[in-house]
């Protein structure tokens, strides 16, 4: 009996292939739910910033290559000229600026992201670890990886307040740091926006059921801070002080990508922007069998990476307005971004190397 090979394929392994596919998907454990729509906003009217350079990397030079691998947060002390950030290996490295020279810290055993300076002391959002405070003599101490019972999954973002206080945030409580990805792509607001107060140890969770709540940074006149809700696109303000204390507003939305951590310099908060949304990446937000496909395929591929681009910094100043965007089609996973004079320096969840950006040789500034 001779079987024609198309009719083989028709008959049998089309529906042995579908039915495998169907089984997959049902049986994959994860299961997302639908985004609060309704709280992205479609404001189109927004004026673009005055200060736009979509070719980044033409005005960059590489620091630290290739010996920082991911730099995802930086802070720079300007008594020490250093600036910290924490790789993917546990090291915070330092490179000094004004020396050009790169030097492994401290190894926090776990994944450092965000950084912060509170003195002399650099306090650690490490994702695995903890809130951590590390001395100038290198002493790690936990500061707190709990709140009203719950365990950290993912610390992310910090920022310290000229009173001391730790302002920090959660990403997670229920993925950590490697299955990020899924908490993001998963739709339910797993993150807390906490402080930690180092006077009297107490850790306080500031608002609850947030989506990945990532940077953190606090305004220069103390009264607020601005963290991002990285899948939502959006930054929102948490009021510290005043007549609108405890209460939390939108801060900027619409973000032209996904933000990561966040930094002011006094004037603006430069939002490093992993990557700018794309058709495929709106459908998987409107569409929740579209993030469980993409969870079950890169398991097997990595395809995401194709579609992750125009990484970049995003500013915007202290009452949210948009004045600059800076970025490249060819950088995706920027996470980080502090100004230092007419230099943006930038970290990232995959470069090994940091990017300064030189403002001043942007055509447009
Ligand atoms: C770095 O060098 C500049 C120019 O030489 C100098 O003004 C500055 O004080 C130095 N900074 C530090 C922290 O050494
Ligand atoms: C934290 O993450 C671990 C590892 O993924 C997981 O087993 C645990 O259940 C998570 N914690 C919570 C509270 O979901
Ligand atoms: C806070 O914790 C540290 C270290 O665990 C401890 O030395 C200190 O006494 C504590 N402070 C208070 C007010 O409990
Ligand atoms: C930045 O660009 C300006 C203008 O081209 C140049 O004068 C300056 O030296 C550059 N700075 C660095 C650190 O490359």
């Given amino acids: 009996m001779k079987i024609c090979s198309s009719k083989f394929i028709a008959l049998v392994f089309v529906p042995v292939l579908l039915s495998a596919v169907v089984l997959v998907y049902r049986?994959?454990?994860?299961?997302?739910?639908?985004?609060?729509?309704?709280?992205?906003?479609?404001?189109?009217?927004?004026?673009?910033?005055?200060?736009?350079?979509?070719?980044?990397?033409?005005?960059?030079?590489?620091?630290?290559?290739?010996?920082?691998?991911?730099?995802?947060d930086l802070v720079y002390d300007s008594n020490t000229g250093l600036l910290y950030t924490g790789c993917v290996d546990g090291w915070i490295k330092t490179f000094d600026l004004n020396a050009s020279v790169l030097r492994n810290w401290i190894n926090t055993g776990g994944r450092p992201l965000g950084v912060a300076l509170s003195g002399s002391q650099l306090i650690v959002a490490d994702a695995y670890q903890g809130l951590l405070r590390i001395t100038e003599d290198k002493k790690i101490e936990v500061l707190t990886n709990a709140a009203e019972g719950l365990k950290f999954n993912l610390t992310d973002g910090v920022d310290?307040?000229?009173?001391?206080?730790?302002?920090?945030?959660?990403?997670?409580?229920?993925?950590?740091?490697?299955?990020?990805?899924?908490?993001?792509?998963?739709?339910?607001?797993?993150?807390?926006?906490?402080?930690?107060?180092?006077?009297?140890n107490e850790t306080k969770v500031l608002l609850h059921n947030l989506y990945f709540p990532n940077g953190v940074a606090i305004s220069p006149d103390q009264s607020s801070l601005v963290f991002c809700e990285t899948p939502l696109k959006r930054c929102r303000r948490y009021w510290l002080q005043g007549s609108k204390k405890g209460?939390?507003?939108?801060?900027?939305?619409?973000?032209?990508?996904?933000?990561?951590?966040?930094?002011?310099?006094?004037?603006?908060?430069?939002?490093?922007?992993?990557?700018?949304?794309?058709?495929?990446?709106?459908?998987?937000?409107?569409?929740?069998?579209?993030?469980?496909?993409?969870?079950?395929?890169?398991?097997?591929?990595?395809?995401?990476?194709?579609?992750?681009?125009?990484?970049g910094v995003y500013g915007v100043d202290l009452q949210g307005?948009?004045?600059a965007h800076f970025y490249d089609p060819a950088l995706s996973l920027l996470s980080g971004a502090v100004k230092i004079g007419n230099q943006i320096y930038v970290g990232s969840l995959q470069y090994p190397h940091i990017i300064g950006f030189n403002m001043s040789k942007s055509q447009i500034s």
């Fill in 247 to 311: 209460s939390v507003e939108t801060f900027i939305d619409n973000i032209p990508g996904f933000p990561d951590n966040i930094h002011c310099d006094g004037e603006n908060y430069w939002i490093a922007i992993s990557s700018s949304l794309n058709p495929y990446l709106e459908y998987a937000n409107k569409l929740q069998f579209v993030r469980k496909v993409i969870i079950i395929v890169e398991s097997y591929l990595s395809l995401l990476k194709h579609v992750q681009k125009n990484g």
């Fill in 27 to 72: 049986a994959h454990p994860f299961h997302p739910a639908p985004f609060p729509l309704h709280e992205f906003t479609h404001r189109e009217e927004r004026r673009d910033p005055a200060l736009v350079d979509a070719r980044m990397l033409d005005r960059s030079h590489f620091v630290g290559s290739p010996h920082l691998q991911g730099p995802e």
């Fill in 160 to 200: 310290v307040g000229k009173d001391g206080t730790i302002y920090f945030t959660d990403a997670s409580y229920k993925y950590q740091f490697h299955d990020y990805l899924y908490d993001i792509l998963e739709g339910r607001p797993h993150g807390r926006l906490l402080s930690f107060n180092p006077n009297t």
């Fill in 321 to 323: 307005n948009p004045t």
